[in-house]
């Protein structure tokens, strides 16, 4: 790995990750993205995402970071109403793992990507954003 990517992710803090991907998510057209953050619901994910009307709830951990029992509770109720979840993990060695939540095999759907733009187009792709909308970028 190199090194300018090696010292992105040893630095990289929840509100770092969380403001890239936000970021990330919002150089496209029909997506919208916002950022949760709340003291009075806990267990809601960190960013609610749509993308062209298909919804997607993301907890977004970094380094050692585990998911809760309560974040566990929230997302399982969600998907027992047929939301969409997933969960996007900073590892240690530099890249993101994204576990679709959604999928058929669950929690064993780990494909690692090197970085956020890759799991920018994971969810465009699973949410059927159209092939001419994903080169699509909002202008600056």
Partial sequence: MNSRIESFFSGITHSKACEKLT???????????????????????DLNVCIQGVEWWIEVKVKGDTLSDVQKLWITL????????????????GEIAVM????????THFPLLKNIREVVKYFLKDSNHSEEMKNVIRPS
């Fill in 78 to 93: 969600r998907m027992k109403c047929g939301g969409k979840a997933a969960f996007i993990k900073f590892t240690k060695s």
């Fill in 100 to 107: 679709d939540l959604t999928k058929e095999q669950g929690v």
């Fill in 23 to 45: 970021k990330e998510f919002q150089k496209y057209k029909n997506v919208h993205v916002q950022r949760i953050e709340t003291i009075y619901h806990p267990g809601v994910p």
